[in-house]
């Protein structure tokens, strides 16, 4: 690699409010930042394996840092359940395949461009309410569902992937309650709503601090452990 062309860290969802944090923080920390998202080019699309395919290999090999700062909780469609008397199979496919395969084609076509000397780091965000072991008020079974389901696609991709690239970490991250379009309408009293800015920060502070021995693990925004 030449001194005056490093490779980039690759943010998936720049566009996004976390995304966008996370491309800035990075920038501002002198680290160059690939953006991809459905409005860069090139294009990737969770739905569409296809431009994911495209977008890894125009990025090439040797990256020592990929985040995933996709998901989705709601939209003019579909809100997060209340009950189980709303289970609803579109919402729930939809669920699934932003949250869970979407993240899932990310691991397949972008792992394998990781570094394969020293350490690099895949990381992609989870949520704490994926958490089964601390699930104890129930409701937004789609999205819970489907975080719980990436953090097990994580977990199995992690131990595949310390096969062959031992000093390679993959994570999930739970960013906390940040002001974005997908948490602004469920925000409430009491809880911690951080500025995207400031959850950038610690989560690449955490990313920063991580080992090989971290590999498979779920953390929060400051390093904790989550229970899967």
Known sequence: ??????????????????????????ERRGQPVRRLGRRTTPMLDLLDEASI????????????????????????????????????PAHMAQSFALNATGPALLMKHFLPL???????????????????????????????????????????TAIELARTRPQSICVSL?????????????????????PPALAAARLLDVVAGLTPADSGGFFDHHGRPIPF
């Open 1 to 26: 690699m030449h001194p005056d062309n490093p490779i980039p860290a690759v943010i998936i969802g720049a566009s996004g409010g976390i995304g966008a944090a996370l491309a800035a923080e990075l």
């Open 53 to 88: 395919a495209r977008a890894a290999a125009e990025t090439g090999p040797g990256l020592r840092l990929v985040l995933d700062a996709t998901g989705f909780l709601h939209d003019a469609r579909f809100q997060p359940e209340k009950s189980f008397r709303q289970f609803d």
């Open 114 to 156: 990781l570094a394969r000397d020293g350490r690099a780091v895949f990381a992609t965000l989870s949520a704490r309410v994926g958490s089964i072991a601390d699930n104890r008020l129930g409701g937004w079974t789609s999205y819970r569902a489907a975080k719980a389901a990436l953090n097990q696609i994580m977990r199995t």
């Open 174 to 194: 739970h960013p906390g309650t940040v002001e974005t379009g997908l948490s602004a309408p469920f925000a409430k009293a009491g809880l911690e709503v951080q």
